[in-house]
Each structure stands twice: as structure tokens, then as C-alpha cells.
Antibody, heavy 121, light 113 residues
Framework: EVQLVESGGGLVQPGGSLRLSCAAS????????MSWVRQAPGKGLEWVAN????????YYVDSVKGRFIISRDNAKNSLYLQMNSLRAEDTAVYYC??????????????WGQGTLVTVSS | DIVVTQSPASLAVSLGERATINCKSS????????????LAWYQQKPGQPPKLLIH???TRESGVPDRFSGSGSGTDFTLTISSLQAEDVAVYYC?????????FGQGTKVEIK
């Protein structure tokens, strides 16, 4: 069974940093592109970033470029999101999602339960 | 960016009746080389992550009831629930994956009338 379990969320002050983790199991993690998708409270879904199987390609939404870094450790079956210079508008539930078909498909076939990040003073 | 717009924002349908959700992209998401529409539909129930229902605009995921169907091409798409069940109460999102950034519609909340 495919499982994605996020952790690392919490309350952080504006300008602060946080590192999210996503532990993957039930599939061959190193065969898949992975993404982070976020959802502000009561709002819709926003794709944040994705990363190729071997970590050599990474893409970001404009609003987080230069502040967030996506990475992965295939030996640990883990995905990460380093978030720096956090702003109030980054407050959201952050989901880890697998991209289907093994390529940069953009089809999110499995999602974690999410971890809440709150940016507030 | 390819922006995706859904309508209506919410709708209330009687049990057993049809629910129709529309999705329009700012540019065509039909890729000429494979003749596929790069559009997906997701269902999100309260307190849960989204669930993939349909991709390639009309291909249902395994295990998704056949009362859910997707149609359309180019820039205009529709998700239809042919006979609404109580468990279908949720917010539905369309999403384009033709180009990065992947973008979602703003969501359509489906309720029971």
C-alpha cells in the first residue's frame, strides 16, 4: 500500500525557516517524480514544487522561487521541503504527492495527509 | 501560466440527480503529438487530502465509481456525477498538467439539496 507521511509543520514567525519531510513507503520511491502541493485554510490547491527521480531537475511556482528548496533522499525514501524567509501567505497545509506514471506527469495519484505550517508572530 | 477556471463555485443537487461541473483553461491543454488532454479531476472530502478521480480528461482511476465521468477537449471540460450519492459530498478540483506550473481550478463544492 502506497503511503506518504508528512512531518515538520508547526508555528513559525515571519522570516523564519522550516523543513518539511515526507516519508514514502509501499512503492519504489526512486522511480517517481514527487511534488509538494499546499492548501491555505479554507482555500484551494496550489502546486509548490516538484523534483525528478534522481534530484537533477527541480521546478517551483514563482511565489516560492529563491525561498523554498525541494530535495530528496532515495536511500531514505524521503522527500523534503526547506522553507526559508517564510511569509504569512505561506500558511497552509502542505501535502506531499506522488506523480503518476513515473515521469514528470503532473498527475498526482497519491497524497499524504498533510502537515500544517502557520506563519505568524 | 495556464489558468484554470471552474464553475459554478458551489451547487446543491438532490440525491440521485445529475451534477455537472465545468472547467475552462486559458489555453488549450490538448497536446497535438499524442492527442491527449492534459487535465485531471480530484475530489476532496472534508479533512482529507485530494483524491485523483480522472486524468487525460476522461480516464477514470481504478476503483472510481462509473457514475463519475469526464469529458471535453481543448479548453472546455466537464465532470459529471450521473446520480449523486451522499458520499459524493465534497469539493471537486480540475487541474491542468500540460505545463508547469501545474494549476488547479478554485474548486466546486457539491452539496445535497
Amino acid at each position: 500500500e502506497v503511503q506518504l507521511v508528512e512531518s515538520g509543520g508547526g508555528l513559525v514567525q515571519p522570516g523564519g525557516s522550516l523543513r518539511l519531510s515526507c516519508a514514502a513507503s509501499g512503492f519504489t520511491f526512486s522511480n517517481y517524480w514527487m511534488s509538494w502541493v499546499r492548501q491555505a485554510p479554507g482555500k484551494g490547491l496550489e502546486w509548490v514544487a516538484n523534483i525528478k527521480q534522481d534530484g537533477t531537475e527541480k521546478y517551483y511556482v514563482d511565489s516560492v522561487k529563491g525561498r523554498f528548496i525541494i530535495s530528496r533522499d532515495n536511500a531514505k525514501n524521503s522527500l523534503y521541503l526547506q522553507m526559508n524567509s517564510l511569509r504569512a501567505e505561506d500558511t497552509a497545509v502542505y501535502y506531499c504527492a506522488r506523480e503518476a506514471v513515473g515521469g514528470n506527469s503532473g498527475i498526482f495519484d497519491y497524497w499524504g495527509q498533510g502537515t500544517l505550517v502557520t506563519v505568524s508572530s | 501560466d495556464i489558468v484554470v477556471t471552474q464553475s459554478p463555485a458551489s451547487l446543491a443537487v438532490s440525491l440521485g440527480e445529475r451534477a455537472t461541473i465545468n472547467c475552462k483553461s486559458s489555453q488549450s491543454v490538448l497536446y497535438s503529438s499524442d492527442n491527449k488532454n492534459y487535465l485531471a479531476w480530484y475530489q476532496q472530502k472534508p479533512g482529507q487530502p485530494p483524491k485523483l478521480l480522472i486524468h487525460w480528461a476522461s480516464t477514470r482511476e481504478s476503483g472510481v465509481p462509473d457514475r463519475f465521468s469526464g469529458s471535453g477537449s481543448g479548453t472546455d471540460f466537464t465532470l459529471t456525477i450521473s446520480s449523486l450519492q451522499a458520499e459524493d459530498v465534497a469539493v471537486y478540483y480540475c487541474q491542468q498538467y500540460y505545463r508547469t506550473p501545474r494549476m488547479f481550478g478554485q474548486g466546486t463544492k457539491v452539496e445535497i439539496k
